[in-house]
């Protein structure tokens, strides 16, 4: 199927997945919609904005506990347990953080901030990353909600993590 004709399967699915039961078996079962979403990062600047959006809010939506319970959320469970969809996703965050749209900047702040719930906070490439990208756009960003939702995910990535710390000193942020 086109990706231009995803959009109405994405948004029924972003609606499903806030469902913990079908969330945790979409995750289990290894959905080939998930798997497909992940794989369109290596473009995902050339999606249509719609796909782009819904991308993202999938991914959002199958967080559910808030940073309660780890070992069963199911977002958690998706995408940090697997180090090539981490990175992907990662990567879908930091290059939505530079779109014209504000509803992709807010969604992907957002993702940004469900995932420093929980982030392993050990300075890896993923976590240098996404603090390096909101820092970069965080200095022109004029939408205070996305301000305050990248501000939350660089504190939660950043607290008591020695490696980003340094790469956001080093980057010397001026706002």
Not at 40 to 50: E, H, I, N, Y
Not at 64 to 69: L, Q
Not at 154 to 168: K, S
């Amino acid at each position: 199927m086109p990706e231009k004709n995803w959009f109405p399967v994405l948004d029924l699915y972003r609606l499903l997945v806030l469902t913990q039961s079908i969330a945790v078996q979409q995750v289990k079962s290894n959905s080939a919609i998930l798997d497909k979403i992940v794989h369109w990062s290596a473009t995902f600047s050339q999606l249509s904005m719609p796909t782009q959006l819904m991308s993202l809010r999938v991914f959002c939506n199958l967080f559910h506990s808030g940073g309660v319970d780890k070992a069963n959320d199911q977002g958690c469970i998706y995408i940090l347990q697997n180090e090539e969809r981490y990175a992907l996703i990662v990567d879908m965050i930091s290059k939505s953080l530079s779109s014209q749209v504000e509803g992709i900047r807010l969604t992907a702040a957002a993702l940004a901030c469900n995932l420093a719930l929980y982030v392993p906070r050990n300075g890896s490439d993923q976590e240098v990353q996404m603090v390096s990208s909101m820092l970069e756009y965080l200095q022109t960003e004029e939408k205070d909600d996305v301000i305050q939702r990248m501000l939350l995910a660089i504190y939660r990535i950043a607290q008591g993590n020695a490696a980003v710390l340094e790469v956001a000193k080093a980057l010397e942020p001026n706002f």
